[in-house]
């Protein structure tokens, strides 16, 4: 089971923006670019294996539904990022605000894009100690 990160958002920010660099360069077998769109949000969530036959592991919580809108709301290319850890976030990071997004189930949030990693030194991963 995972362990508890209390500074969650920084190593998760870190992981989103590798992962749009990653395939921003990518293409598909016809030459076109893989579009993708990433959403971080953060607070409580409960997470656990579920199914009798098949097993699988899952986690649910109103962080997970707003991710999920971050992402279904966002734009190709970009990482939209909810209040919540825009705040844990701080200056370690910089975001470009995109302003007020109608959130389906939540109603109108500000949100800000992702843009890039601010902060010298090593974010902590909760794989490795350090990144």
């Keep these: 089971m ?7 958002a920084a190593p998760l920010a870190a992981l989103a923006l590798d992962i749009r660099d990653a395939i921003a360069g990518l293409t598909d077998p016809k030459g076109r670019a893989v579009p993708m769109r990433i959403g971080i949000a953060s607070g409580p969530v409960v997470a656990g294996v579920v199914g009798s036959r098949k ?4 986690v649910w919580g109103d962080a997970v539904n707003t991710a999920s809108r971050m992402e279904s709301t966002g ?10 850890t825009r705040e844990l ?7 470009e605000e995109r302003g007020v997004v109608e959130v389906r189930g939540k109603g109108p949030m500000c949100t800000w894009w992702l843009l890039g990693q601010r902060a010298e030194g090593p974010i902590r991963n909760a794989g490795d100690g350090a990144r």
């Design 2 to 8: 995972p362990e508890p990160l209390s500074d969650h």
């Design 55 to 58: 097993f699988f592991y899952d």
């Design 75 to 84: 734009e190709a290319g970009k990482i939209q990022v909810a209040p919540a």
């Design 89 to 95: 976030l701080g200056e370690r990071f910089a975001f």
